[in-house]
Structures are given as C-alpha cells and as structure tokens.
C-alpha cells in the first residue's frame, strides 16, 4: 500500500507543476494571453507532464525489476551451504533445484513480511530473510530519491523553458498522442505475453513428456505421485481423450445450438412482425447474458439428474455427469450467439434478391431455403465457426457438469472430460510449479489458444468477405 | 430466335396452371412446417430461459430467510465469568456456545452422546455469537435464565423451509425423530420463527450453511470491478481515440485492430493462464487479491470497451471535425472538446456491458488462486478475496443440501446486479441516442 | 387489410366485366404505407400482348401501382391496398386468391438486375422448379434453354451455364433475370425500371427484347425515361403525385398531350 501513496505524492505534486506551469506562463506574457504560442493551460500540462512522466516510468520499470535482481542478491549472498529447516539436510547452494529455489524464497518472502513460515526454518534461512527485508527496504528508498529526483529535474527544466514562444500545445499533443500509442499496444502486448507465458510454460512441459505422446497418446492421467515409488507415479499425458471429450461435448453443443439459433433467427428476421421481434429478440439476449457459473449450475443440479433419470428409467445407462447434460446446456448458452450472428448475416442480404424470389411466386420458405440461406451461407459458417470456438474454450458449465475422468468414448451418456475441466483441475488447489501435471494444463491451454484463435481468423474472414460482397 | 418464341403458347397452357394448383397444397404445408419449426426454434430457447430462472428462483428465494428458534438458556455467572468480575473483556471471551449446549441438555435430558449430539444440533454453531451479542448489550442478565433468539441449524432450517420432507421414514431423513418430536413442540409454543435474513448479506464465506453470506464475494468483485474500471476505461479509451482519430493507416495499425478483434474472442480461461504466468509467478503479486483478478478482467474487458468505443466514435458525423478543425483547432482539442464528448454515451454503454461480462465471469479467477475459501471481510484490493461468481462456484461444490439454497441465492444477487447493468446501458443507450 | 377487403367486395359488383383483350382492370386503388397515402384512387386497364409504359416524376406512385399488380406490396409492412384490381376477371386481392399462384402468372424484373447468387442454370430453374413444372433433367435443361434464348442470352451464356449468375454484366444480369421471369411462362411481366441501372448498349438491347417479348407477353413497364416509353410502348400512363393524370396511346400522349401536367413533364419543365 506504501506504493499508492507514492503515486499519490506524484499525482499531487504534478498538480502542483501544473499550477506553477500556467502561472509562470502568464507572467511571462505580462498578463498578455494573446501573445502566447499556447494557452497557459497548455505550459501548465507540460510541466505536470515532465514531473509526472519520467518519475512514473522510472517508478514501473523500479518495480517490475526489483524482485529478480534482490533475488539474485539474496542467493548470492548465500554461504556454500544451507539448510533450509532446522534439522534439515545441508544442500550445496551452487546445486540447488527450481523447486528448492522456489521454496526457499517463498520461506524468506514469508518471514521477511512477518507471515508464519510453512516450517520450522533454520537460521540460515532467517540470515537470508533478514538480508532480503533489508535490501528491499533499502530499494524502496532508493526507488523514493530517484523518483523524486527525475520529478525535480523535470519539473526544473520545464519551468524554466517557458516563454512566449515556446510550443507548448504540440509538445503536449505529442506526449498524449504518444500515451494513447502505447496504450494501443497493449492489445499487441497481450496477445505476445499470452503466446509466451503458453510457449515457455509449455516448452518446460514438453521437456518431461514428449509432444508426440502428448498429441497423440489415448491415456491421460495426470496424477503425479507423492512418492516415488507409488504405483503409476509417472502419469500418463496422452491428451487424445481429453481432446475428444472437448469435441464431444462441442458436438452436442452445436447440434442444439445451430438449428435452434438459425431457425430462430430465420424467423425473427423474416416471419416475426417489428413488435415481435423487437421483444423476443433483447429477451433472447438474456441467455447471452447469463453467467457460466450459473449454467454450470444449472446442468449440474437440474438437467443431468434429469437426463440421468429419463435415461435411466427407459433402460440406458447414463453417467450423472453425462457429456449430454454438459453439451445441451452450453447449446442453450450459445443459441443467442448464434441467432444474433445469423439475424446480422440475414439482414445484410439485400432485399432485391427476396423481391426477385416473391416475384417469381416462391413462398417465403422457399424464398429462405433456396435464395436467403445460400447467400448467407459463408457468414453464417462464419457465425458457427465463431460458437465451435466458443464452445471448445467455455470451462464453467463443463467443470461444473462434465467429469474428470478421461474416457475415449462417443457416447455422449457416458462421463467425459474436456480441455478447460483439465485446465482448472491441474491448476487449482496448491499447484508445484514444475511437476507435469501443473505444466501440462499450459500445453493444454497452448492448443486451446491456437485452435480457438484459427477458428476465430478464419471465421472473422470470412464474415469480412461476405460483407464486403453486399456492402 | 423467332422460332423458338412462335412455338411457345401466348397463354399458359391449362397444363400447366394445373400443375402449379396441384402442388400448391404440398408447398403451403411446407411453409407451414417451416413456420411452424422457427416457433418452435424461439419456444425451445425462451422455455429454457424461464426453465433456468424459475429453477433458480424455487431454489434461491429461501435463501433470503432464515430460522431462528427461541431458547431458553441459563446464564451461569461462574461460567461465564469465573474470576467473579463482571467486564466487557471476560463477557467477549465467554464461550457460551458450550453453556447454551448445557442448557439444552439440562432441559431435555437425552440419552447417549449421539442423542445429545443430535439435540445441540438443532442449533447453528454460530449461535454462541447471538448469545454473547445479547449479554454485552444487557450485562445484568448474567446469573438468570433468558429466552433468547438464536438461528437454528442448516438442516433444522431447511427442514422448517419445507426443504426436507417430514413424511421421509427416519432412516432417509436428516433429522431425526427425536429432534423432529422437539421441533414440533417449539413450534407448538411459538419458539420458531423464519426471519428476513440479514446475515446473507453481511456476512462472509462459512463452511457452516447457516452462516455462510455474500458480503465478503460482494466486497472482493467491487474491488476486482473498480481495478477492472480504472485500467480498462482509460486504456480503452485511449486505445479507441487512437486508433479512430489519430493512426495512421497502415500495417502497424491494421496489426493492431486485427490483434483486438481475435483478442476478443479468446477464451476467458487463456487470459486466466495468462494472470498466472505473468502476474502471479513472474511480476509475483499476490494471489488471490481483487489486484490480480481486476487485472486480469480488465484484459479480458479491454477488446469490448475498444470495439463498442470504436464504433461510438465513428458515429459522429465527420462535418463536425470538419467544423473544428475550420475554427483552427488542434486534433486533440477536436478530440476532447467534440468528438469524446458527444460519443461518451456510447463509450459508456459498451464499458458497462464490458464490466458486466466481467462481474460475471469465473474461469480465469479460478487460475490466479481467487478461488480460495476465505472467511474475513476483504479491506483492500491486495487482501485476499474472492468474488461473487467464484463464490456461487464454491457453494455449488460443497455437498450440503443447504448449499444449493446458498448457490441459488448468492446467483439471484448476481443476476440482480447483471440486470441493474445492463438496464443502465439500455437507458443510457436510449437516452442519449443520438440520430445523425 | 379488412378495409381492403370490404372495398374490394364493394366494388366488385358495380365493377364492369372486362372487356376481351383487357388483361387488368383495375378501379380506385389506394395505397397507403401506414399513414401515408402513396395512391389516391387510379383507374387503369391494361391491354393484353401490349408494352404499357408508366411515367411521371419520381415518388408519383408508378411502382407503387406496378407492385399492387403482382401484389409485391405485400411483403412490405404497413402497406395497405383497397380497390377492386382484376386479372381476366378475377379479384387479385380475393383473400382466396392464392398469391402465389398469382406471382406465377404475373412475373417481375427489378430496377437493379438482382440474380441470385446460383448458376445461371439454377437461377432460370429456379422458378420451374419451386412451382412443379418440371420433372427430371431433361424438361429442366429444354425450358432453360428455350428461356435464355427467348431472353436473347443463350449464345452469350450456353458455354458457361454452370458459373454463377453475379458473374455476368449488368445488362446479361438484367436478361437473365427477364430469362428467370420468362421460365415459368407467365401471362404478365412488371418491369420496374429495367433499364436505370445499365448502359445504354445493354439498354438498347432490352428494349429490343421487350418489343420481340410483346407479341407472348403483357408487358407494364415503369421508366423514368420518356424516349424509352416513346419507344418501346404502345399505351402510356402518366402519373403525378399519386393521381393517374393522363392515359391513352404513346403516340397521342407524347404528341398531342391533354393534360397541361403532362405536357409540363415531358417537355422538360419539371420531373
């Protein structure tokens, strides 16, 4: 919290510029507007930008680098040997793994800021802590004078450049235009920190398990063993179930969704009447706006208890965690996605080319089926491109509905798992940052990312396509 | 040419109007059918929309109250303050859960420990609390027996919600026939009462059904929402006016715009993957803080706020750039003093949708740890929280029937807050629309 | 559409049989899109195997009244027809009348030529085919062809019938839409502006066609151009303002005017 009243002093004291700026601005023009290059709001802004701008990005880069660099201070600073609890064994600090890197450092973090240690830790661990609190300390300082110091000389030279002739308002413009440039690259930026966080993340995977037997293997049980010689300790990642569970429940998804969603569409856009269709419609938009969790609820207190009984009682075995129950209700969330995407598609279609059906003496159906739907057809594959990739990559409805097990079936009343159900369960409780299972849910997530983003380029293009076509 | 149009029939031939009146009936059916399915279609997807929210209604709307039962409990002054001093401090500390377990035991006598256990159940664990409230505010009851009101169990509440079915045989019923014997002669004497349940409300996260609230989700997503708020508003914002008014067209930008548009429509739990990576392990923020989770929500919002910002902006009409830029104003001033100014409504609408979606999303909140079980109010948005979504996710899992109540309840403020948003974005929309 | 349906019934008796050789009579239509009054009360017959050419200044209610004779007003909402309009005899706006039925005998080439995005096969099979009137390969490939080749298309388009039909030129789209209207056999063919949207290469080519089309065909064809009327028709009507204001041959219209309007208009004063 020490952080936000830092910035609060910047903000104020570039206030403070701001103020100094504009008045020293009419004084220079002796109270003469007019004979200012810029409005003294203008010399104002500048200033304040000069004492603002330079602390703050200092202050970010500050922050971002301080943990690895004290880090690397504190590990340096080691002697050769440690223990890490008091009885513990002594390891060669030049030797030790990732893991016992991470749990030392989370030790020192956690006595450094007074918590309670997982362990009873040993004194090298409380020298190294001691060491970490003090240099973080002295960071904080440091980081406080440099601050200050890049807001003074700023705010010196900017004051001191004013003068009539100054061009303070393209200076001003520049910057913001600038701010605004940087803050456009942050679509560009997350999108980069994605596809590395997944690559890394997934590299270190593939170190442990082959790619080959990850894309191709039909066993997938992630459990690592606690100890080493546990029966199946090693854990099978052969991600071809879980693939085809995802697609399973997809499947059934888009067999609920798409004619649902297109004939609903169809309808609103060329059956229903304006007062019809101005109801129905928003009231439609309700299902889009449902929360997952509460889909997932949904299927999993009402629809699979009432898809395993109907199963049940007309003799069929169905698992009451059926990729059925999952898939219907992700087909219920997705029909608005797919009937607003549709209606969009249909209406583009130009009215001459229904005038010129009716014309000939086709019913509206026939109208639909022969004339409408065909030309619509590369934006409504579009559409349905757009909900596939919806579907594969929604996680609430199937951790909530879907099972853990990993089946290879074609069954949709067994129980299946899917991708994002993988990714949650590897993920939370306490993951071990460098065990299979932890890192395979990034492998997961690499090639739920590119699949979904292919599907996403192709269907935006093709939806481009078909608009420039009637536009 | 001319031979072929001499051959042709001036009229249709009778043949022919024949041919088209005899299929007439087979394709108005057809038409029929057609129609006929698009109802159905619209049928099928509304019935499921009231099939979701009444479900969610029946199973939630008793959430919102609460059974208390009226227990008469001797406060014994050498338990509750041994030392013989009668203070706030010795009366704060006093464990009167055990003296009101006495009580009842006194009272009703029961045989064996499961009997026993089973009476002392018919009370919330949290009912000590209320006791101790009641003392503090009147500390000469100390010494005397009170009637006092105290919330009665999960399972005796549902019981009196008519959640569990008395009629059951004792076997396949919760509670059993000795508690049921004095639950109903409570209710004879007027010592059960359903209240309005405020606790669901103020309180935080309880492993104990009758205890558990929604203050503290509350108070984690308006802390994730504000983060959310203050990063993706001016960002997006400013990413918007960029990319409007300002880019230059050119690859640079045509990569950017394409970046947003396929950003949008990644995966929520990608951008989750992404928090943990990035955030949580490499910049090593906390976990489970409103920090990280509006964070990562605003990432996932940013795409939304930028497109319905682009489109805002590219409605007002050209002629009064033109306008501004005729009196000799900068771009930028042409930017704040006109352009921003008349598309904020639609800027704002979009954000508002945005921050929807965000409020109720829950799959990249479960990867950066918001998914833990945390009891305390939340104070700041680097305290550890949890949000409302993550919160129903979490009653949902646990097995106790009182849960689904919970779930369905903690779902009903959710969709409260949902519909209170986008209604906003709807009359702001309506309001300020403006036609060119 | 009660009102509409009353006035027809009204009408009809007192209406006059038509006369042989009178395709459509049709006795004070009105038109009204919601609340406003786009026709007030025309009275025309059109004669069969004749080109009637509607003119008169843009918004005057020609199209509007081309659409009532096919009822293409139907698909457009709010629009309301009254009067009596009659086909050989029958009542158009009978609500037992099937309009599909009616379509099939009364065809309709549009302002923009508007194929669909088929082949040009499919786009002249199109309307044999939703109405039944044919059956197998052979009957289908027989009436594309003798239709392109009335439409005066075949030799330009029999190499490529599969392509698809936007693949053409403007003027090829427009006759292969005549082609399309000309397949299932029509009595009638509406012509909204069929020529606004071409060059005057392509123009003069359907104008040709329209003369060649006359001797099957009744043709009622809305133009904003007086010399294509001149041209191409032998009855003109002129309508200003939603009032029919003069009708009468083309050559006594365009020579020897009545109407103080229609002289106005065609001589360039105003339109």
């Not at chain 1, 004084?27 to 409005?39: E, F, K």
């Not at chain 1, 022969?370 to 409504?380: D, F, H, K, T, Y």
Request: neutral net charge; contains cysteine; aromatic residues 8%.
């Amino acid at each position: 919290m020490n952080y936000s009243i830092l910035l609060l002093t910047l903000v104020a004291l570039s206030i403070v510029g701001y103020y100094m700026g504009r008045n020293r601005a009419r004084v220079t023009a002796d109270g003469r507007i007019d004979r200012l290059h810029s409005l003294p709001s203008y010399y104002g802004t500048n200033v304040a930008i000069w004492v603002g701008l330079p602390a703050f990005i200092l202050f970010a880069g500050w922050a971002a680098l301080q943990a690895p660099i004290i880090e690397g201070l504190v590990f340096g600073s080691l002697p050769d040997q440690i223990r890490m609890t008091v009885n513990g064994d002594l390891l060669a600090t030049a030797k030790m793994t990732a893991a016992q890197k991470t749990l030392f450092l989370n030790n020192v973090q956690n006595i450094a800021t007074g918590d309670i240690a997982s362990q009873a830790v040993s004194d090298d661990v409380r020298r190294a802590a001691a060491h970490y609190a003090r240099l973080r300390g002295l960071s904080f300082m440091m980081m406080i004078g440099a601050m200050l110091i890049a807001a003074a000389i700023g705010a010196f030279f900017a004051y001191r450049a004013i003068n009539p002739t100054m061009r303070a308002r393209n200076t001003v413009e520049r910057v913001v235009s600038g701010v605004m440039l940087v803050c456009s690259t942050l679509a560009v930026m997350t999108t980069v920190g994605i596809v590395l966080s997944l690559l890394f993340e997934s590299f270190d995977f593939f170190t442990k398990v082959s790619p080959i037997e990850f894309l191709f293997g039909t066993d997938w049980s992630p459990q690592t063993a606690i100890r080493a010689d546990q029966v199946g300790s090693s854990g099978a990642f052969g991600a071809i179930p879980v693939f085809a569970g995802t697609l399973l429940i997809t499947v059934i998804a888009m067999i609920v969704a798409v004619p649902v969603g297109l004939y609903a569409a169809v309808y609103l856009s060329e059956y229903a009447r304006p007062k019809v269709r101005s109801t129905v419609k928003p009231v439609m938009e309700i299902l889009a706006g449902v929360p997952t969790v509460v889909y997932g609820f949904f299927a999993a207190l009402t629809v699979a208890p009432f898809v395993r009984d109907a199963g049940n009682s007309i003799g069929l075995d169905v698992a009451s965690e059926s990729a059925l129950a999952a898939g219907v209700v992700m087909g219920v969330m997705i029909i608005p996605f797919v009937s607003s995407l549709s209606d969009d598609v249909i209406n583009a279609v130009p009215q001459s080319m229904r005038d010129g059906s009716y014309g000939l003496g086709a019913t509206r159906s026939e109208t639909i089926r022969e004339v409408i739907l065909p030309a619509a057809l590369p934006g409504i594959v579009g559409a349905v491109l757009l909900a596939v990739s919806r579907a594969i990559g929604e996680t609430m409805i199937v951790v909530m509905a879907a099972g853990l097990s990993a089946n290879l079936t074609a069954n949709p009343f067994e129980a299946v798992t899917t991708v994002t159900v993988q990714i949650v369960t590897n993920l939370t409780g306490d993951p071990e940052f460098d065990s299979p299972k932890t890192l395979s849910a990034f492998a997961l997530g690499l090639v739920l990312f590119v699949v979904t983003l292919c599907l996403n380029v192709v269907a935006l293009r093709v939806v481009q396509k078909y608009r420039e076509k009637y536009e | 040419m001319s031979d072929t149009i001499a051959e042709t029939p001036t009229v249709m031939i009778p043949d022919q109007k024949d041919r088209i009146a005899r299929r007439l009936g087979r394709r108005h059916a057809a038409e029929k059918r057609f129609r006929i399915y698009g109802i159905v279609a619209i049928g099928f997807a509304l019935a499921m929309l009231a099939f979701l929210l009444t479900t969610i209604v029946w199973n939630g709307y008793s959430a919102f109250f609460k059974t208390y039962v009226q227990i008469e409990i001797h406060l014994k002054k050498d338990e509750i303050a041994p030392g013989g001093r009668i203070d706030r401090a010795v009366l704060a500390k006093a464990d009167y859960q055990t003296l009101l377990r006495e009580s009842l035991i006194e009272k009703y006598k029961p045989e064996g420990r499961r009997a026993r256990r089973r009476l002392t159940g018919l009370v919330s664990i949290g009912a000590g609390e209320y006791i101790r409230d009641f003392v503090l505010a009147n500390p000469s009851v100390v010494g005397t027996t009170q009637s006092i009101w105290v919330p009665a169990s999960a399972d005796i509440d549902q019981l009196v919600k008519g959640g569990i079915d008395r009629n059951l045989p004792e076997t396949s019923r919760r509670i059993k026939n000795d508690q049921l014997a004095i639950l109903t002669r409570w209710e004879k004497e007027g010592r059960v009462e359903t209240r309005f349940n405020t606790g669901f409300f103020t309180q935080g996260d309880s492993r104990e059904p009758e205890q558990a609230g929604i203050w503290g989700a509350l108070a984690g997503s308006f802390f994730t929402m504000i983060v959310t708020l203050l990063l993706a508003f001016p960002i997006g914002v400013a990413t918007a006016v960029y990319l409007e008014e300002f880019a230059p067209k050119n690859r640079a930008t045509d990569l950017i715009e394409v970046n947003i548009n396929n950003l949008a429509a990644v995966p929520s739990i990608v951008f989750g993957l992404l928090g943990l990576a990035v955030f949580l392990n490499f910049f090593e923020l906390p976990r489970s803080a409103p920090l990280v989770g509006g964070m990562v929500l605003a990432l996932m919002t940013l795409p939304t706020i930028i497109i319905s910002g682009r489109a805002a902006l590219k409605a007002v009409p050209p002629s009064i750039r033109e306008a501004a830029y005729g009196l000799g104003a900068s771009r930028l001033q042409v930017t704040t003093h006109h352009v921003l100014p008349l598309s904020m409504p639609g800027i704002m609408t979009g954000t508002i949708i945005g921050m929807a979606q965000a409020l109720g999303e829950t799959a990249p909140l479960l990867m950066i740890g918001m998914v833990a079980f945390v009891v305390d109010i939340p104070g700041g948005p680097t305290d550890a929280a949890t949000v409302m979504p993550v919160q129903i996710f979490l009653w949902a899992d646990s097995p106790e029937r009182a849960f689904v109540e919970k779930t369905s309840g903690g779902i009903i403020v959710l969709l409260a807050f949902l519909i209170t948003m986008n209604a906003l974005a709807i009359v702001l929309r309506k309001r300020f629309e403006r036609r060119w | 559409m009660n009102e509409a349906i009353a006035a027809v019934g009204g009408t009809a008796e007192t209406a006059p049989q038509a006369p042989p050789g009178l395709k459509f009579v049709t006795r004070n239509v009105c038109v009204f899109y919601g609340e406003k009054q786009a026709l007030n009360g025309i009275d025309l017959d059109i004669t069969e195997c004749e080109v009637t050419a509607l003119i008169g200044p843009s918004g005057c209610g020609k199209s509007t009244y081309l659409r009532c004779l096919n009822r293409m007003n139907d698909t457009i909402d709010g629009a309301r027809v009254t009067g009596s309009l009659e086909l050989d005899g029958e009542d158009i706006y009978d609500p037992r009348l099937d309009v599909v039925q009616l379509r099939a005998r009364v065809g309709m080439v549009f302002q923009k030529p508007n194929p669909f995005p088929k082949s040009i096969y499919d786009n002249v099979a199109y309307g044999p085919r939703i109405h039944g009137l044919v059956t197998g390969k052979a009957e289908t490939d027989e009436i594309v062809h003798t239709s392109l080749a009335k439409a005066g298309l075949i030799d330009e388009v029999k190499d490529r019938l599969q392509e698809p039909g936007t693949g053409l030129s403007g003027g090829q789209q427009q006759r292969l839409c005549i082609a399309r209207a000309i397949a299932v056999s029509p009595e009638v063919i509406l012509m909204d502006e069929p020529c606004s949207a071409l060059d005057p290469i392509a123009t003069a080519r359907i104008e040709e066609l329209i003369d060649e089309l006359r001797e099957n065909y009744t043709i009622v064809i809305v133009t904003h151009s007086m010399q294509q009327a001149a041209r191409v028709s032998q009855k003109t009507a002129f309508f200003h303002l939603g009032d029919l204001i003069e009708y009468g041959e083309t050559a006594q219209i365009f020579t020897n005017p009545q109407d103080e309007k229609t002289q106005g208009y065609i001589t360039g004063r105003f339109g």
